[in-house]
């Protein structure tokens, strides 16, 4: 839902979600997970949050240049230019997110968001997850597809199922399609998740096939952004990050705003 200010007339998204008995929590920790957002320019903000007797609403910056799942739909598959972009950008916003103990657990193309210059802005923080210290945690959340093994086998989980959905994500961006099974016959997926190596496409670069195995790793503790430095990674030799994170790197290009 879209609503604007009277004065401004500046579009905002409006997140409506129906006060049940059991998600009070939920409500609350979205809340708290949304203000800390604000502090990150690659992830969505909100603007203010408020509630009624049968409601919570979030107000929340209108990104109008769609989704990446829309871009994908539309051309297949991205450049490897804009793959680096897009993906330099989301893995900054995860960083962020990580640093403060939060685990996104829904990441995918869907809620990868641009704003109306083209820069990402990692969306939907329905089902995330704050985790401190060395702390792990418990459940399946997210979407099917992009799950991470670990989360597969109803096991203890860290932030490192992001960077396994980051891989899928990344994937898609660049191949247009997952390197698992993909689809809805869900014990099938699973067991390609669990069983088989990633199907990573020999036309894309060497670089980013690299990073692809080792975002993909079946083993938490052996995947990169656990172990490792994903800045340092070759695939992102051309990133100026400190560059990147103040906005000084103009996106591949400027999208077209989404229809209201």
């Not at 997140?15 to 990150?40: Q, Y």
């Not at 869907?110 to 985790?131: I, M, Q």
């Amino acid at each position: 839902m879209l609503a604007s200010t009277p004065k401004t007339r500046k579009l905002a998204a409006v997140k409506i979600i129906r006060k049940e008995p059991n998600n009070k929590s939920s409500i609350e920790k979205e809340a708290r997970v949304l203000r800390a957002a604000v502090g990150h320019p690659f992830l969505c903000h909100v603007h203010a949050t408020f509630q009624s007797q049968l409601h919570a609403f979030f107000i929340m910056e209108y990104a109008s240049g769609g989704s990446l799942h829309d871009i994908i739909s539309d051309r297949q598959y991205l450049e490897e230019r804009e793959v680096i972009f897009y993906s330099a950008e989301m893995a900054c916003g995860l960083q962020y997110l990580h640093s403060l103990g939060i685990i996104h657990r829904d990441i995918k193309p869907g809620n990868v968001l641009l704003s109306s210059k083209g820069h990402v802005k990692l969306a939907d923080f329905g089902v995330a997850a704050e985790v401190f210290g060395q702390n792990t945690i418990h459940g399946q959340a997210g979407t099917f597809n992009y799950m991470a093994p670990e989360v597969l086998r109803d096991q203890d989980y860290t932030a490192a199922v992001d960077w396994w959905s980051f891989g899928i994500t990344l994937c898609k961006m660049a191949t247009g399609k997952s390197p698992f099974l993909d689809g809805c016959d869900l014990p099938n997926v699973k067991k390609s998740i669990l069983k088989h190596q990633p199907n990573i496409p020999g036309w894309i670069s060497s670089e980013l096939r690299n990073l692809l195995r080792k975002l993909l790793k079946k083993k938490a503790h052996k995947r990169l952004g656990i172990i490792g430095s994903i800045r340092q990674h070759p695939f992102y030799a051309s990133i100026d990050w400190e560059a990147l994170e103040s906005m000084r790197i103009p996106p591949p290009f400027q999208p077209e705003p989404v229809s209201t």
